[in-house]
């Protein structure tokens, strides 16, 4: 896969993946180059992450020719607006590259309204996923995972959740954790964070930080299917981001040429040859 970048960025009909862009309500993608203070939400929701406690000229890190958020494990997050991750049928992504395994747990991305109401994936201090989607009482579904990470690579992780189809953890494309489904959550009105647990009622204390980095999340109003997840995975950090491929095809009978989109009969555009 080639590099994404700045020029080679497209998102719904412009992206080469369109199919994937399908409920997108929030994407961060830090591989496609720095930005400063702020995580850019490359979904047009606007939903732009502020960077909390960063130093933008050392956290912003190259990993494997891309870059990434390097999160301290002591205070730094990125810290959404409140108005994401309200939808009964969510589904979360994130590319993640732990520095090391925690006491407790490292926060990917979290939901938290209060101690009881919560949606959050973690990385644990087994090297394991853990997946929460919580509402009050009763607790609505726990996922503990079964693969194994191991510090310093690379590990494509997801979490889907709806009343329907109940808990889903994916690692790497797979199938990592599963739980019944009960009832529909309920997160209140609290930020998203990524890299930290966040407790709104609760003195508005962040905590759980994750120590390493992490690229590429999205948030979606859907759950997605094990294929869409397997395929995001494929396209590895940033590829949903590349744009559609164009070629030029010359129309003798009109005089002119003409660009057409990759799998479209779309016309984009045409000029005398």
């Known amino acids: 896969m080639t590099r994404p970048s700045w020029q ?19 994407a961060w993608a830090p591989c496609l180059g720095p930005t400063g203070s702020r995580l850019h939400d490359m979904s047009r929701g606007n939903n732009w992450a502020e960077l909390q406690f960063f130093t933008p000229d050392s956290d912003w890190q190259v990993s494997e020719g891309q870059y990434a958020i390097n999160f301290d494990g002591s205070n730094n997050n990125a810290r959404i607006d409140r108005n994401l991750m309200e939808n009964p049928a969510q589904t979360c992504t994130a590319w993640v590259r732990g520095s090391t395994f925690p ?91 990524i890299g930290s647990h966040y407790q709104a009622l609760v003195g508005g204390a962040s905590g759980r930080f994750f120590d390493g980095l992490i690229d590429d999340v999205k948030v979606y109003n859907r759950v997605l299917l094990p294929s869409e997840i397997s395929r995001l995975y494929g396209l590895g950090r940033g590829g949903m981001y590349q744009r559609r491929r164009r070629r030029a095809i010359y129309l003798p009978q009109a005089g002119f040429q003409a660009a057409w989109a990759r799998g479209s009969n779309v016309m984009l555009g045409f000029n005398q040859p």
């Open 103 to 193: 006491n407790a747990y490292n926060t990917v991305i979290c939901k938290n309204e209060d101690t009881n109401r919560y949606w959050t994936i973690l990385l644990k201090s087994n090297g394991k996923m853990a997946y929460y989607v919580h509402a009050n009482i009763p607790v609505f579904a726990d996922g503990t995972g079964l693969f194994q990470l191991s510090i310093g690579r690379w590990y494509f992780v997801a979490m889907s959740y709806s009343a329907t189809s109940g808990l889903s953890g994916y690692v790497n494309g797979v199938g990592d954790a599963t739980a019944a489904a009960n009832g529909n959550p309920t997160t209140g009105s609290s930020f998203v964070n």
């Open 8 to 26: 080679d960025f497209g998102t719904h009909d412009e992206s080469a993946y369109p199919e994937l862009w399908d409920g997108v309500v929030g």
